[in-house]
């Protein structure tokens, strides 16, 4: 009996000793750099794939008659009868900005309009310059005319997003942007907390290259991705870039990679952790290079 009681204390201590460990290793979390879009301390799940080899009707599968029944009782989204449609056959009314209007030009209005920033921007930057080598992912320079495949366009496309257009995925959190409006950072809060924006890039297009522009002279990096997201849950980063400067505005590009875009299945996420709270790091774009069947 006395044996029994001599091992509780160490049961307890053992416990004890354990759940310190856990809060330690929660509350140091936020210095390590973590590399995917998840949470830190939680593992990204990854996609496996299409669940299902139905064709849906969305799909270009059969449609089930008996699917179109429950249409029948389903209550109206506004009180009172519906409004008559158009007649097709009605003769449009062309805008000045349809194609074959011949009306009179709309003229500029007088007067002064606000910015839309708070001020104008103290430096005029020219992000060539911190590219001194030919870039590939850069149609100007001509590094992306290598030869991309017969399937493939020879030139890039882009998807191109100023980082004031991204949101935090998390409340807690409060951001601004720079005068210019172009430019964003986290002005409190947890700085492992991503910011994102929806991808749109065309169903089968082949995503090579990811590039951020950011503002960097904190001791810390940002990390940016190309996320992709089934419809449970799962996620799956595509690829990652960092900003790896600390000497102000520059600009870095991912690895190249072959990535084939599945609109039917996934859909597509821009992320970004600042790891940094204040203007010592601010996101001012994201842009992704891709090339179309």
């Not at 290259?209 to 002279?217: A, C, G, K, N, Q």
């Not at 690895?255 to 821009?270: A, G, K, Q, R």
Request: proline content about 7%; hydrophobic content about 35%.
């Amino acid at each position: 009996m006395k044996i029994r009681f001599k091992r509780f204390p160490l049961i307890i201590s053992c416990v004890v000793l354990g759940v310190l460990t856990i809060t330690f290793a929660a509350v140091s979390a936020e210095d390590i750099p973590w590399l995917w879009s998840s949470e830190p301390g939680t593992l990204p799940r990854q996609s496996a794939g299409n669940k299902s080899d139905a064709v849906l009707p969305d799909e270009g599968g059969a449609m089930d008659p008996a699917a179109s029944l429950g249409f029948i009782d389903l209550v109206p989204s506004a009180e009172g009868s519906l409004i008559p449609a158009k007649n097709n056959l009605d003769e449009p009314i062309l805008q000045p900005d349809d194609d074959g209007y011949t009306g009179p030009i709309p003229e500029a209005l007088d007067g002064e309009f606000a910015p839309s920033g708070d001020g104008e921007s103290q430096i005029q930057i020219d992000w060539s310059d911190f590219m001194t080598e030919p870039q590939p992912d850069d149609n100007v320079t001509g590094a992306s005319m290598t030869d991309a495949g017969l399937d493939w366009s020879s030139l890039y496309y882009y998807f191109h997003a100023a980082g004031s257009s991204l949101r935090p995925r998390d409340s807690s959190v409060d951001w601004a942007n720079d005068g210019s409006g172009g430019c964003m950072y986290l002005a409190s809060g947890d700085s492992t907390k991503i910011f994102n924006i929806h991808l749109e890039v065309p169903h089968g297009s082949r995503i090579e290259y990811l590039r951020i522009y950011f503002y960097d002279t904190s001791a810390s990096n940002s990390f940016a991705w190309v996320t992709r997201y089934d419809d449970e849950g799962d996620i799956e980063d595509v690829t990652y870039v960092a900003s790896t400067s600390n000497l102000g505005y520059g600009s870095t590009l991912s690895p190249y990679i072959e990535h084939i875009v599945d609109t039917t299945n996934y859909s597509y996420v821009l992320n970004w952790r600042p790891y940094a709270v204040g203007t010592t790091m601010q996101l001012c774009g994201l842009r992704v290079a891709y090339r179309l069947p």
